[in-house]
């Protein structure tokens, strides 16, 4: 009954640009944190940045200050990841996380099904 799902994926050259955005949609009550985490071939998860419904946001050190994580400013279930100055190693598969609630169930984390980011010349 809840969805996410991530748009932007693609394949840009080292030294490029993406927007990643996620969009929460079904029978939801409340969204708290949301977020993006990656999963590099033959590598665990991680996480890459979160953001609060008050807009407070933690990043991981590999993409402080190239990435940025904002959501929109009146439709708070939209988040959306701004990743600059792309390197090889950045190629992934990003995934968007949500903790969300409906009417019947309190917060659970939902997941996207996530979108393909290929850095390479």
Request: glycine letters at 10%.
């Amino acid at each position: 009954q809840v969805r996410l799902v991530e748009s932007g994926g693609g394949l840009v050259q080292p030294g490029g640009s993406l927007r990643l955005s996620c969009a929460a949609s079904g029978n939801i009550f409340r969204v708290d944190v949301m977020g993006w985490y990656r999963q590099a071939p033959g590598k665990q998860r991680e996480l890459v940045a979160t953001i609060t419904n008050g807009d407070a946001t933690n990043y991981a050190s590999s993409v402080r200050g190239r990435f940025t994580i904002s959501r929109h400013n009146t439709l708070k279930n939209t988040v959306y990841l701004q990743m600059n100055s792309l390197r090889p190693e950045d190629t992934a598969v990003y995934y968007c996380a949500a903790e969300v609630a409906t009417i019947e169930l309190p917060y659970l984390k939902r997941w996207g099904q996530g979108t393909l980011v290929t850095v390479s010349s």
